[in-house]
């Protein structure tokens, strides 16, 4: 690898290349006020949430901190003692870019419950994608309730 250091791109401080992105971005101050948004609705579940570059298909990704146990030594660590118990508190990246994030944005200040459901759901998917959600019955609840709304609104 000529001397370059091979690193999870799941953990957080990765620095990556610029690279072109597509699509427009929500403003600076929008962005700010969502992730202080999202901080405070998703409280100790995450130790940050800030804008993140990486990202250009999905709307979040759960970072680990770079001192934390990897997702798959967490899963053999678990494999070797069923009791084992470890919370992990993650970073959170938004994509700014993303109609979801964006469409966030919008709805935090008209429909807070909404967009509390919606912030907590996306956690749980960037866990999932992370290998990092043990237990899925909130989630599965949660997303009952969301599909309830659309329907509802679907006419």
């Known amino acids: 690898f000529d001397g370059k250091k091979l690193v999870s791109i799941r953990h957080a401080g990765v620095e990556l290349e610029d690279r072109p992105q597509d699509g427009e971005a929500l403003a600076a101050d929008r962005t700010e006020a969502l992730c202080a948004f999202l901080k405070d609705e998703l ?19 759960a970072l680990v901190p770079a001192d934390a146990m990897s997702p798959q030594l967490r899963q053999m660590m678990k494999a070797m003692d069923e009791n ?4 992990v ?14 469409r966030l944005a919008d709805v935090r200040d008209a429909d807070p419950e909404l967009a509390g459901l919606v912030a907590r759901q996306l956690l749980d998917n960037a866990l999932i994608a992370a290998g990092l959600l043990d237990d899925a019955r909130d989630t599965v609840g949660r997303m009952n309730r969301l599909m309830e709304r659309a329907m509802a609104t679907a006419g």
């Open 84 to 87: 084992y118990r470890d919370e």
């Open 43 to 61: 409280g100790d579940r995450v130790v940050s949430v800030n804008q993140g570059r990486r990202l250009v298909d999905s709307p979040v990704i």
């Open 89 to 102: 508190k993650v970073e959170l990246e938004i994509n700014p870019r993303h109609a979801l994030v964006k």
